[in-house]
């Protein structure tokens, strides 16, 4: 298990970006898979973004990719989600998650972080 805590969300306007940060305690860092996921009212949990132990291998939702960046720094133990060009559809909170085997959206994701809200506005 590994305790993680997401930061950085906030409330931008259409084509703004943010950086979200979540930041990993309890085990060693490095040995994890991350995961960034985001759920709306109403609507089901969706992946994001993966990235590997060593950040070699990035995995993005159709949705995203070309707008979001995933990244990891195992010496801070945080991993990144780099957004830009926000669009409205974006709205959600962001949790990011840990996993010992791939970070896909079929990955088996077994810490959650308690979230952070992004609210991009028209």
């Known amino acids: 298990q590994v305790q993680l805590v997401e930061s950085g969300g906030g409330l931008v306007q259409t084509g703004g970006s943010l950086r979200l940060s979540c930041t990993a305690s309890?085990?060693?860092?490095?040995?994890?898979?991350m995961g960034w996921f985001r759920q709306a009212p109403g609507k089901e949990r969706e992946f994001v973004a993966g990235?590997?132990?060593?950040?070699?291998?990035?995995y993005y939702a159709d949705s995203v990719k070309g707008r979001f960046t995933i990244s990891r720094d195992n010496a801070k133990n945080t991993v990144y989600l780099q957004m830009f060009s926000l669009k409205p559809e974006d709205t959600a909170v962001y949790y990011c998650?840990?996993?010992?085997?791939?970070?896909?959206?079929?990955?088996?994701?077994?810490?959650w972080g308690q979230g952070t809200q992004v609210t991009v506005s028209t």
């Open positions: 998650a840990a996993t010992v085997g791939i970070a896909t959206a079929q990955g088996n994701f077994g810490s």
């Open positions: 309890g085990r060693t860092f490095s040995s994890y898979a």
């Open positions: 990235i590997n132990w060593s950040g070699a291998m990035k």
